[in-house]
């Protein structure tokens, strides 16, 4: 079964990422199409980017490193649920994503976004991102309103038709996920049979 992360790209006291991936991951799991998990960035208490190599290199010095990559490693795909902060993602969130390459590669992702104007600039931004570590990133997106799906811009009221466009961004994520799950297989599999 196809896994998906869905990862909490905030990680100040009192933000709302937490309440809408948690959301987020109630109408996940009554689809019986994929394994959903939560990924929250602040449990690894990543410092900023402290690793000499490259992450393209794969050679890890920190336990914190190795721990974050076999997290984002065991996915097939991600949702990434994220606020707008200037214009573009959170710091935390970018760093988090730095810190590895190839765990990344020839993986999906969807974007659920919030803020003043829905997130929109910071889905931008990640999109630009994620097509340099060769992730997909699929069209739907579900973008939360600070003035529509936040009761007094402060307690998390999504409105009617915000969980259908969580699972459209779904179809689409776990649509591909599978495409690039078989690329990678047949990559390994190419890989092992030129090994002799
Ligand atoms: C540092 C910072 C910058 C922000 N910049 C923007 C912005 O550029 N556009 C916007 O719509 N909202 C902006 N906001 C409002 C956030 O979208 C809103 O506070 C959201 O709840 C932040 O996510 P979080 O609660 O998960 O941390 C900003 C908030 C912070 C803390």
Same mark, same amino acid.
């Given at each position: 079964m196809l896994r998906i992360g869905i990862i909490i790209g905030s990680t100040r006291p009192g933000r709302k990422g937490e309440v809408v991936a948690r959301w987020a991951l109630g109408i996940a799991k009554q689809r019986n199409d994929a394994e959903f998990e939560l990924v929250d960035i602040k449990d690894y208490e990543l410092p900023l980017l402290d690793e000499p190599m490259p992450p393209s290199m794969g050679q890890y010095t920190h336990e914190h490193t190795r721990r974050w990559s076999a997290t984002i490693a065991s996915f097939d795909a991600y949702v990434f649920v994220t606020p707008?902060?200037?214009?573009?993602?959170?710091?935390?969130?970018?760093?988090?994503?730095?810190?590895?390459?190839?765990?990344?590669?020839?993986?999906?992702?969807?974007? !659920? /976004?919030? %803020? =003043? +104007?829905?997130? *929109?600039?910071?889905?931008?931004?990640?999109?630009?991102?994620? &097509?340099?570590?060769?992730?997909?990133?699929?069209?739907?997106?579900?973008?939360?309103?600070?003035?529509?799906?936040?009761?007094?811009?402060?307690?998390?009221?999504?409105?009617?038709?915000?969980?259908?466009?969580?699972?459209?961004?779904?179809?689409?994520? !776990? /649509?591909? %996920? =599978? +495409?690039?799950? *078989?690329?990678?297989?047949?990559?390994?599999?190419?890989?092992? &049979?030129?090994?002799?």
């Open positions: 707008e902060y200037n214009h573009g993602i959170a710091g935390a969130l970018k760093n988090a994503i730095d810190f590895l390459y190839g765990e990344w590669v020839n993986k999906a992702a969807g974007f !659920i /976004a919030y %803020g =003043g +104007a829905s997130g *929109t600039r910071a889905v931008e931004q990640l999109r630009l991102v994620m &097509a340099e570590l060769q992730v997909a990133t699929v069209r739907a997106q579900v973008g939360l309103s600070l003035f529509t799906d936040f009761k007094d811009f402060s307690v998390f009221e999504p409105s009617r038709g915000q969980s259908n466009s969580v699972n459209a961004l779904l179809d689409q994520v !776990i /649509a591909w %996920g =599978g +495409a690039l799950k *078989t690329l990678r297989d047949t990559e390994a599999q190419r890989d092992d &049979a030129n090994r002799y």
